[in-house]
């Protein structure tokens, strides 16, 4: 069974400019759930998605953004990026009646320059 | 105040010696779940193990053991006889009730060496 796959692995924007991030969970698995990952910060819980809707959200401004299409794949948009921006971004999948299992995608790192 | 406290930010072994990470964690819920997730130079978070509240059963997979206290909130971690391929950033994670929101701990960034 393939794992979760983000793409693009690598992205460099610069400030300003806005940036859309792709998950594609492991078939089957309907919740998606998204991280950002910075030294400073660790680990920090963006939102989680199922049946197309928002089920949580961490504190993240505005400016983060998501999404989940029909087939359960989620993209995550960031306007006006900033230079504190830059990170790591995972994403999650899981079942729905196993929320509290979720694996993990290689990630997206978002240089903001 | 942090809901996942990792106090060891890095512990260097050299390998066959055991360690053990330490997991401190805060919650008012009764029910919860305590993760570790592995994260080696790859970036990929891997899952390690899920512990449930009502469950203080320690568990034993292989060289991992893991040791859970309610008494002191505490999910210790340890690795017997350590490899150079268990080098990577351990992260402790929980989850408070019904709302799937997970607090990570800061890691602990483990260097075995041969």
């Known amino acids: 069974k393939a794992g979760v796959t983000q793409t693009p692995r690598y992205l460099i924007k610069t400030r300003g400019q806005q940036v859309t991030l792709s998950c594609s969970p492991i078939?089957?698995?309907?919740?998606v759930s998204w991280y950002q990952q910075t030294p400073g910060q660790g680990l920090q819980f963006l939102f989680e998605y199922f049946s197309e809707t928002q089920r949580n959200k961490g504190n993240f401004p505005g400016r983060f953004s998501g999404r989940q299409f029909s087939n359960s794949r989620s993209e995550m948009n960031v306007s006006t990026l900033e230079l504190g921006d830059s990170a790591l971004y995972l994403c999650?999948?899981?079942?729905?009646?196993?929320?509290?299992?979720?694996?993990f995608g290689p990630g997206t790192r978002l240089l903001v320059l | 105040a942090q809901k996942v406290t990792q106090a060891q930010t890095e512990i260097s072994v050299v390998e066959k010696e055991d360690v053990t990470l330490d997991c401190v964690y805060e919650?008012?819920?009764?029910?919860?779940?305590l993760f570790w997730y592995k994260q080696p130079p790859s970036g990929e978070l891997v899952f390690l193990i899920r512990?449930?509240?009502?469950?203080?059963q320690n568990e034993i997979s292989g060289r991992y053991s893991w040791n859970f206290q309610k008494s002191t909130s505490s999910f210790n971690f340890t690795i017997t006889a350590s490899q150079v391929v268990d080098s990577a950033v351990y992260f402790c994670a929980l989850r408070e009730g019904n709302f799937n929101k997970f607090y990570f701990g800061s890691g602990t960034k483990l260097n075995v060496k041969p």
């Open positions: 999650a999948s899981s079942l729905v009646d196993r929320r509290e299992t979720q694996y």
């Open positions: 919650t008012r819920d009764t029910t919860y779940y």
């Open positions: 078939s089957g698995h309907r919740s």
């Open positions: 512990r449930n509240s009502f469950d203080e």
